[in-house]
């Protein structure tokens, strides 16, 4: 059974910062790659961040460049997303994401979502 666990999430200040990690199992995760959504609702999904299966690779969705970063640890199955200057427009759900990695580019899994979902963790930005 693929299980994707996210946790880190918490309220923050504007300009703060978190770290979400994501534990996975169930799969073989250097075959994967793995992303970050957001959701709010009423709100589309939106895609945050992908890595590739090897880490070399990273795609952000354009609200977030230059502030969030995503890195994997595949020793430890388990994906970071570090999250800094954070506003109180990133306050949504995030949810942890896996696909398998067959070298088409990142894109596709940005634009078009992932294969496998865990349960989110919210993040709260509020002053």
């Known amino acids: 059974e693929v299980q994707l666990q996210a946790s880190g999430g918490g309220s923050v200040q504007p300009g703060g910062s978190l770290r979400l990690s994501c534990v996975a199992s169930g799969f073989t995760f250097d075959d994967y790659a793995i992303g970050w959504f957001r959701h709010v609702p009423g709100k589309e999904r939106e895609g945050v961040a992908v890595i590739s299966k090897s880490g070399l690779s990273t795609l952000y969705g354009n609200s977030v460049k230059g502030r969030f970063t995503i890195s994997r640890n595949n020793a430890k199955n388990t994906v970071y997303l570090q999250m800094n200057d954070l506003n109180v427009e990133d306050t949504a759900v995030y949810y942890c994401?896996?696909?398998?990695?067959?070298?088409?580019?990142?894109?596709?899994?940005?634009?078009?979502?992932?294969?496998?979902w865990g349960e989110g963790t919210q993040v709260t930005v509020s002053s």
């Open positions: 994401t896996a696909s398998e990695d067959r070298g088409y580019g990142l894109g596709i899994h940005l634009t078009y979502g992932m294969t496998y």
